[in-house]
């Protein structure tokens, strides 16, 4: 089970931090990758990290302002959102790779179906 926090209502340019805990022990097998859905669009792809946190993707809108880390020691993954946008208001979900130990590219991780479970979202609103 992933439980996301760090929901907020943040000004543009604002910083937050999101983070996504897993209650599993093996946790630290696998990738973790956080999405989100702004009102009225689909779910998408922002930030992902490999299982030994050595391969980092991020979306072409989040890159270079958010940064994603994992601690597997307390079985937590963050995603650190810097200079904050109205765009980037929406509900973020942290999600479990299915497989264990993959390290894959950008195009798999950014896919929805190689994730299995998913945490319950956590609502950001950036106001201009």
């Known amino acids: 089970q992933l439980q996301a926090s760090g929901r907020g209502l943040v000004q543009a340019g604002d910083s937050l931090r999101l983070s996504c805990t897993a209650s599993e022990r093996t946790f630290s097998n696998y990738a973790v990758g956080w999405f989100r859905r702004a009102p009225g669009k689909g779910r998408e792809f922002v930030a992902s990290?490999?299982?030994?946190?050595?391969?980092?993707y991020y979306s072409d809108s989040v890159k270079g302002r958010f940064t994603i880390s994992r601690d597997n020691a307390k079985r937590t993954v963050s995603l650190q959102m810097s200079n904050l946008k109205p765009e980037d208001t929406a509900v973020y979900y942290c999600a479990r790779d299915r497989q264990t130990y993959i390290t894959g590219n950008v195009y798999y991780y950014s896919d929805e179906s190689n994730y299995d479970y998913w945490g319950q979202g956590t609502l950001v609103t950036v106001s201009s």
């Open positions: 990290i490999t299982w030994n946190g050595s391969r980092r």
